[in-house]
């Protein structure tokens, strides 16, 4: 094993940061597919539970209605996408998208609680998730991915504003 892990750490895969890249990219990936699906009819109908029952997020139901919450999702998704995808680039505007997803993804993992019908009965309830909780658990990891990347952000911005002031 200690000759595995000395293999893999010379690697340049292992050098630099391409899983600070690799999970950049996934995320615009995820924001563009995700946002997209906003759009459309079938997936305004699918959102309505997660409107009703979201804490955070229950407001934009009768504000927007069915399909204009949808539509603010979906701008939104694409926005924090689009602020990633620029952040390959422009350190400050990644913070913007990181911090973006923090809070999209806090809103969205503080609906499990309250969304009915998420314990399987035929399991014991909780933990055996099913339907909509079991699809909201991937924004637990999605969360500590966006906290990963604004902590990056934050760093790698902080030391390009340090230098900037140096050299001038």
Do not use: C
């Not at 690697?11 to 459309?40: C, E, H, N, P």
């Not at 503080?110 to 099913?130: E, H, K, L, R, Y």
């Amino acid at each position: 094993m200690d000759r595995l892990i000395k293999y893999l750490s010379k690697t340049t895969a292992f050098q630099g940061d391409l899983d600070y890249k690799l999970v950049r990219a996934s995320m615009v990936i995820i924001y563009f597919f995700f946002g997209y699906q906003k759009w459309f009819d079938y997936e305004a109908q699918g959102l309505i539970p997660f409107f009703t029952h979201g804490p955070l997020i229950s407001w934009m139901y009768p504000v927007f209605g069915i399909k204009g919450s949808s539509y603010f999702l979906g701008v939104s998704e694409w926005l924090f996408g689009g602020l990633l995808f620029a952040g390959f680039w422009n350190k400050k505007v990644s913070v913007l998208g990181s911090l973006g997803s923090v809070l999209t993804f806090i809103t969205t993992v503080t609906i499990i609680p309250f969304m009915p019908d998420g314990w399987a009965p035929s399991a014991g309830g909780f933990p055996a998730m099913v339907g909509n909780v079991a699809f909201l658990m991937k924004d637990v990891v999605l969360l500590a991915v966006s906290f990963y990347l604004l902590k990056q952000d934050v760093a790698r911005a902080s030391v390009a504003t340090e230098l900037a002031t140096e050299t001038a």
